[in-house]
């Protein structure tokens, strides 16, 4: 099935003037203009999805998003878990700014994909490959963010998503509300970030130490890190928010702490940078 690619931004500045109103957000930095490509793929073109990129040619080092469940789109928005809004529109200006493009998508019967019966994992690997074959990227450097039912995604296929992208070419995962084993977790290639809510436990947590002690043993020249949110809950929606009742309460209450987005603004910035993507002694 022949991919299908309609260009949204164009080098022009005129255009991109444009799409820096309309798809950056306003707690994005200013200077942080995005280009945008939508993308249709898979059987029967069911999946849509997105790639954000700075202006210019690239090749840009590429993060790939794998969102959370709850029918959750590509910007973290769920018709379901009505809390969600656009809780991963800030990881756009996040990703372009440091340098990065980003690909989100659509799960299965949100946005603009289709339901399906088939297995959520094989979208994702579908996601990998598509992704990594659009122009301006750098298929040598990619980053992988899973979200809550996401990090289990990546955990049930783990060995595939490695193969397809290459030990070598994946330079960091970020587990957000990770639901991935600690041995699991640990042996991922590259750089690690866990990130998990209060909820969840402590930095020294089976879900987040356990993973930092075995990545850090197995991969000693590689930086890894935990960081645990006061007062998040499993998906890090900030409780504390007023309206806040739950995943299926207040349009938008989901309000993840603006310490989630920093680290991963750190790590990615480090992580374009290879001089100081490893972790110190």
């Not at 080092?61 to 991963?88: C, E, H, Q």
């Amino acid at each position: 099935m022949p991919l299908r690619i309609r260009p949204y931004g164009a080098v022009r500045y005129v255009l991109l003037a444009v799409l820096w109103v309309l798809c950056t957000p306003a707690f994005a930095p200013s200077d942080a203009a995005v280009v945008t490509r939508e993308v249709v793929f898979g059987p029967g073109r069911r999946i849509s999805g997105q790639l954000d990129k700075p202006p210019g040619a690239g090749p840009f080092p590429l993060v790939i998003l794998i969102p959370a469940g709850g029918r959750l789109d590509r910007n973290g928005t769920s018709p379901s878990l009505t809390a969600f809004k656009d809780v991963y529109v800030p990881l756009v200006g996040i990703a372009v700014r440091a340098g990065w493009a980003i690909f989100r998508y659509d799960r299965q019967g949100a946005g603009s994909s289709r339901p399906s019966e088939r297995d959520e994992a094989i979208d994702a690997l579908d996601v990998v490959r598509i992704a990594r074959e659009l122009p301006d990227v750098d298929p040598r450097r990619v980053v992988i963010i899973a979200h809550a039912s996401g990090t289990e995604i990546l955990q049930s296929g783990y060995d595939y998503f490695e193969e397809r992208i290459g030990f070598h070419a994946l330079k960091g995962v970020i587990l957000l509300s990770s639901d991935v084993g600690s041995q699991s977790a640990g042996r991922m290639a590259g750089n690690l970030l866990v990130i998990i809510g209060e909820s969840d436990g402590t930095e020294r947590s089976s879900i987040a130490g356990g993973a930092v002690s075995v990545h850090r043993r197995d991969y000693p020249d590689r930086q890894a890190e935990a960081m645990v949110v006061p007062r998040a809950d499993h998906a890090l929606c900030d409780t504390t928010v007023a309206g806040w009742s739950g995943w299926a309460g207040d349009p938008g209450s989901c309000v993840i702490s603006r310490q989630v987005y920093d680290a991963i603004d750190r790590f990615l910035r480090q992580i374009h940078s290879p001089a100081t993507a490893r972790r110190a002694p």
